[in-house]
């Protein structure tokens, strides 16, 4: 298996709810990113894990919360988020993270904050 | 941290003429150098990557050249089609420090039946 899988495609939520996002792969990559992508624009990192420990995290607001529960599996929780919060959020992983090894993305979610 | 210019931001050539994407990086311990299409729509897509021990490396109708020195590498696409119309993203990987890929703003290639 040489893909990066993402539920769900899109999710339209208000600024009061809670949701996930959950992306999956198992290719035995010990590496996993979660993205943030606006329209026009390229990928914007939020959060690194590296062997399922939070190993980067660019001063993303908390209303954004990461959960790598294993190996093969990275959640991104939402809470409370704003309409600028709506995009394209795109989970990747790649073999390690400090080897410049190729980034797998996956398909993305598209999220609409109403 | 690093810095990725990419240029041009939009690029319009006829069916079966070349492209030629160039982008240029800020940190001379950056190492790894990947190019990306990302669809309407879809996900990025590795099409080409280049580490900073090569000075060229092609895939039948896309080759990527780095120039270590001037730091800058660029991505060519000959014979173009009209499914080669996207937007394609370069990137540096530093190996030192920050350890994340930095991309580019992105070129959008129209390629014109």
């Known amino acids: 298996d040489t893909e990066v899988t993402q539920t769900p495609k899109h999710l339209v939520m208000g600024m009061t709810n809670k949701k996930s996002l959950k992306c999956e792969q198992h290719?035995?990559?010990?590496?996993m990113y979660w993205y943030k992508q606006k329209a026009k624009k390229p990928p914007e990192l939020m959060f690194v894990?590296?062997?399922?420990?939070?190993?980067i995290n660019e001063s993303v607001p908390s209303r954004f919360s990461p959960e790598c529960p294993n190996s093969s599996l990275l959640n991104l929780h939402l809470h409370a988020l704003q309409p600028e919060d709506s995009a394209l959020y795109l989970c990747?992983?790649?073999?390690?993270?400090?080897?410049?090894?190729?980034?797998?993305f996956g398909p993305g979610t598209r999220l609409t904050v109403l | 941290g690093e810095n990725v210019e990419q240029h041009p931001s939009t690029l319009s050539v006829q069916e079966g003429d070349s492209a030629v994407i160039k982008c240029t990086y800020s940190?001379?311990?950056?190492?790894?150098f990947p190019w990306y299409k990302q669809e309407l729509g879809k996900r990025p897509q590795l099409i080409i990557d280049?580490?900073?021990?090569?000075g060229e490396k092609k895939d039948q109708r896309i080759a990527v050249t780095l120039n270590k020195t001037a730091k800058h590498f660029s991505l060519h696409i000959t014979e173009t089609q009209p499914e080669d119309s996207a937007v394609y993203f370069c990137?540096?990987?530093?190996?030192?420090?920050?350890?994340?890929?930095?991309f580019g703003k992105g070129t959008k290639l129209s390629v014109i039946p």
């Open positions: 990747a992983s790649s073999h390690s993270r400090t080897g410049g090894d190729t980034q797998y």
């Open positions: 290719m035995g990559h010990r590496a």
């Open positions: 894990y590296s062997y399922e420990k939070l190993s």
């Open positions: 940190d001379s311990a950056s190492n790894y």
């Open positions: 280049i580490r900073s021990n090569v």
């Open positions: 990137a540096a990987y530093s190996g030192a420090g920050s350890y994340q890929l930095t």
